[in-house]
């Protein structure tokens, strides 16, 4: 893969951390909720976040923000573990890499590749019954399955 710009970002933020901004939108869909990618990414203001009202920002609203490295748990020294268990454990849900505007700065791309993109339009940051194999991916200190 292509080294990591510095400050690279991580397309499963929470509201508040560093350089927060909204990529992409929670799309409802008969196979499950998807991503829909904005064109560009919009500051995650507060106003902004709001507007997800009464749910969560997380739930509605794909956040992007610098990644916080050894301060997150999916970080393991080197690599986002979250990102390597969403390649192993949940399927492809698009066949073409989906337009995104945080690519050449995304650290599961740059760590996982395409297979990262490949997944992630079904990823959503907060779920309330979220699917066994998302919410297995999510946890900390799972051990994808080779």
């Not at 700065?105 to 297979?115: I, L, M, S, T, Y």
Request: glycine share 4%; net charge positive; charged share 20%.
């Amino acid at each position: 893969m292509d080294k990591l710009p510095a400050g690279g970002a991580c397309p499963s933020a929470q509201p508040g951390m560093a350089n927060c901004r909204v990529f992409g939108v929670r799309d409802p869909t008969p196979e499950g909720p998807r991503t829909a990618y904005l064109d560009r990414t919009v500051e995650a203001r507060a106003d902004l976040l709001a507007k997800a009202s009464p749910a969560p920002p997380t739930q509605v609203l794909r956040l992007a923000a610098t990644c916080e490295e050894s301060q997150c748990a999916h970080f393991d020294g080197t690599d986002c573990r979250l990102a390597t268990q969403i390649v192993a454990l949940l399927p492809p849900v698009v066949a073409v890499l989906p337009r995104c505007a945080i690519r050449p700065e995304c650290r599961w791309f740059h760590q996982e590749g395409r297979a990262a993109c490949l997944r992630c339009p079904q990823v959503v940051t907060e779920l309330s019954d979220p699917p066994a194999a998302l919410r297995l991916a999510a946890q900390p200190h799972a051990r994808a399955r080779s």
